[in-house]
T-cell receptor
Framework: SQTIHQWPATLVQPVGSPLSLECTVE??????LYWYRQAAGRGLQLLFY??????ISSEVPQNLSASRPQDRQFILSSKKLLLSDSGFYLC?????????????FGSGTRLTVV | DQQVKQNSPSLSVQEGRISILNCDYT??????FLWYKKYPAEGPTFLIS?????DKNEDGRFTVFLNKSAKHLSLHIVPSQPGDSAVYFC?????????????FGRGTSLIVHP
């Protein structure tokens, strides 16, 4: 069965520090991978998605970047965090099944920038 | 501009009664709709979906209704249970360029009182 792992669960970082959140998927190959953010009082905002190694699409201009160094690994990074980067970050994967598909989310990372 | 709207940020229901969560969308290209359930500090989990060729889909206590002419869908939970207390996200997707990437609403927090 497929599983998705995301870590760390919580993170408190000072303004201006770097960030690296990692997400890995097991039990499948060539997944579509996504990074979402849920800020306080807002819905789920798509940040990045990737349909293959090295292929990253950015949905929202921001202080963050994403990379996919391996087929089942997706990394969210920042060189210098801002207070506005605080939020709940979710990694998700999907298989391109055509008509029937589903998104499976990781357990999330609560990031607080202080 | 929000393409998927959940206008009620919260809903309170008595155990055993019906919960009705509403969702409106503006993009007529959307052809697949999903509901996700999210507990605090966890990732959302897929609940139920419906394609635009149907107007109803039922799975146990959960039923989703789609009114394409009104661009409206609703999730009915009958009977409601305290364990249903969570944030419910409505999502919609289209495939203009070959990849289903859902747009999420801001969520409705459901509280089911014993």
């Amino acid at each position: 069965s497929q599983t998705i792992h995301q870590w760390p669960a919580t993170l408190v970082q000072p303004v201006g520090s770097p960030l690296s959140l990692e997400c890995t998927v097991e039990g499948t190959s060539n997944p579509n991978l996504y990074w979402y953010r849920q800020a306080a009082g807002r819905g789920l905002q798509l940040l990045f998605y990737s349909v293959g190694i090295g292929q990253i699409s950015s949905e929202v201009p921001q202080n963050l970047s994403a990379s996919r160094p391996q087929d089942r690994q997706f990394i969210l990074s920042s060189k210098k965090l801002l207070l506005s980067d605080s939020g709940f970050y979710l990694c998700a994967w999907s298989a391109d099944r055509g008509f029937n598909y589903g998104y499976t989310f990781g357990s999330g990372t609560r990031l607080t920038v202080v | 501009d929000q393409q998927v709207k959940q206008n009620s940020p919260s809903l309170s229901v008595q155990e055993g009664r019906i919960s009705i969560l509403n969702c409106d969308y503006t993009n007529s290209m959307f052809d697949y709709f999903l509901w996700y359930k999210k507990y605090p500090a966890e990732g959302p989990t897929f609940l139920i979906s419906i394609s635009s060729i149907k107007d109803k889909n039922e799975d146990g206590r959960f039923t989703v209704f789609l009114n394409k002419s009104a661009k409206h869908l609703s999730l009915h939970i009958v009977p409601s249970q305290p364990g249903d207390s969570a944030v419910y996200f409505c999502a919609a997707s289209a495939k203009p360029g070959g990849s289903y990437i859902p747009t999420f609403g801001r969520g409705t927090s459901l509280i089911v009182h014993p």
